[in-house]
């Protein structure tokens, strides 16, 4: 992304490259949150087309599932569906495979700062462990005594 242009082309990669990286984040929260944003703006915009329904690769609990498929640029993505997606989209079955997104050379600081810039979210403050805590602490006895040697 050589500009923070909000292009479907700059938009759709950094939804790739976050996409991926909440796939296998310890704390994806903010970075499927920052996706559905996203989706649901480019959606608004016509800057993203919903295509139809897929069967989940991974059901839950094992009940079927599905997803929406959405395509932005030259991607597809995958995201919840609401009731009026079961009415008014074609489901189109299992999941094709043989389909893959292209490949992008852009950094997750680069695609998390476009799309928080793109939709207004703000990123989670991160805490610091060393500041001081406000709240009253209490120690075990065998802290005290530890501490006064």
Same mark, same amino acid.
């Given at each position: 992304m050589k500009d923070n242009a909000f292009t479907v082309e700059n938009l759709s990669k950094a939804l790739f490259v976050v996409n991926k990286h909440a796939k296998t984040a310890i704390d994806p929260k903010f970075l499927y949150e920052l996706k559905k944003k =996203?989706? !649901?703006?480019?959606? =608004?915009?016509? @800057? =993203?087309?919903?295509? %139809?329904?897929? &069967?989940?690769?991974?059901? @839950?609990?094992? @009940?079927?599932?599905?997803t929406v498929l959405i395509t932005c640029g030259d991607y597809l993505f995958h995201q919840l569906p609401s009731k009026?997606? &079961? $009415?008014?989209?074609?489901?189109? %079955?299992?999941?094709?495979? $043989?389909?893959?997104?292209?490949?992008?050379? !852009?950094?997750?600081? $680069? =695609?998390?700062?476009l799309l928080v810039a793109y939709t207004g979210l703000k990123p989670p403050q991160p805490t610091n462990p060393y500041a001081p805590n406000t709240k009253k602490q209490s120690f075990s006895p065998f802290a005290k005594r530890f501490g006064e040697r």
């Open positions: =996203a989706i !649901v703006k480019l959606l =608004a915009e016509g @800057k =993203a087309k919903k295509i %139809g329904l897929h &069967f989940s690769k991974n059901p @839950k609990l094992s @009940k079927q599932t599905s009026e997606d &079961f $009415q008014n989209l074609p489901h189109l %079955g299992d999941l094709d495979d $043989q389909h893959r997104n292209p490949k992008t050379h !852009v950094s997750l600081k $680069q =695609a998390k700062a």
